[in-house]
Each structure stands twice: as structure tokens, then as C-alpha cells.
């Protein structure tokens, strides 16, 4: 997305607004820079999902992140049951432990990593 795009749906941190787009850019402890744009936003439950900061470009983007979070919300659920099984526990143990469906939060976490300007000053990059 362009720039005035991203814009649109930036993130406060400072305002306590951890949803939406953002930049990192920092120092690590070798003194290289770590660098990278990411979109975030809470998928799951869809009652405390925010979509004014969803994206409208690509169109179908809403429709398929939800689909995408339906199948990833019964993958946990299975994922949780054999773990549950696994460790000798009732099979639905483990979801019932993070709060079963009201409970669990999904989020979704999208990162771009931009052509970097100075990668003689970046991590990774040689």
C-alpha cells in the first residue's frame, strides 16, 4: 500500500492504539539497526475486532482474513485437544484454560520489509 494508504490505519502507541500499521526501527545490541513495517489488528473474536482500521485495498481483504481466522480458530482447537490428549487431560482441557472461545484472542501480525537505504548498517543484510 502506498504511504497516505498506511496512513489511514497508523498506529498510536503512544495513545495506547497498538492496532493498525506501524515502523520499527531500532538498535540492537551489536549496534545494527533492525528495521520493519507491519500491519497488526485482533482477528478473533469478531465482536472485538475493529475493522475501521482494516484495510479496504486489496477488496476482498476483510473477506478473506475472516475465512483465513475461521480456519485458524478450529485448527487451535484441534491443536489444543490433541496437546490436551496428549498430556493425559481431558480433551478440551487446554481450551478451556485460555478462556474456550469468549475468551481466546486470535491477531494477526503482517510484516514488510522495505528495501533498506543503508544495508551496510543493517542486520542480515551483507
Same mark, same amino acid.
Given at each position: 500500500l502506498a504511504v497516505e494508504e498506511k496512513e489511514k490505519y497508523a498506529n498510536d502507541q503512544a495513545a495506547g492504539k497498538i492496532q493498525g500499521y506501524g515502523s520499527k526501527l531500532a538498535n540492537n545490541a551489536c549496534g545494527q539497526l533492525e528495521w520493519e513495517d507491519y500491519f497488526?489488528?485482533?482477528?478473533?473474536?469478531?465482536d472485538k475486532r475493529d475493522l475501521s482500521i482494516?484495510?479496504?485495498?486489496?477488496?476482498?481483504? /476483510?473477506e478473506a482474513t475472516s475465512e483465513y481466522t475461521?480456519? &485458524?480458530?478450529?485448527?487451535?482447537?484441534?491443536?489444543?485437544?490433541?496437546?490436551? /490428549?496428549?498430556?493425559?487431560l481431558e480433551p478440551d482441557r487446554?481450551?478451556?484454560?485460555?478462556?474456550? &472461545?469468549?475468551? &481466546? &484472542?486470535l491477531q494477526m501480525k503482517i510484516n514488510y520489509y522495505?528495501?533498506?537505504?543503508?544495508?551496510?548498517l543493517?542486520?542480515?543484510?551483507e
Open positions: 497488526f489488528h485482533l482477528v478473533y473474536p469478531e482494516w484495510p479496504k485495498t486489496p477488496t476482498d481483504y /476483510i475461521k480456519c &485458524l480458530r478450529l485448527l487451535s482447537t484441534k491443536v489444543f485437544k490433541a496437546l490436551s /490428549i496428549g498430556l493425559g487446554l481450551e478451556k484454560e485460555v478462556g474456550g &472461545l469468549q475468551e &481466546l &484472542l522495505p528495501k533498506c537505504p543503508q544495508p551496510e543493517a542486520l542480515g543484510v
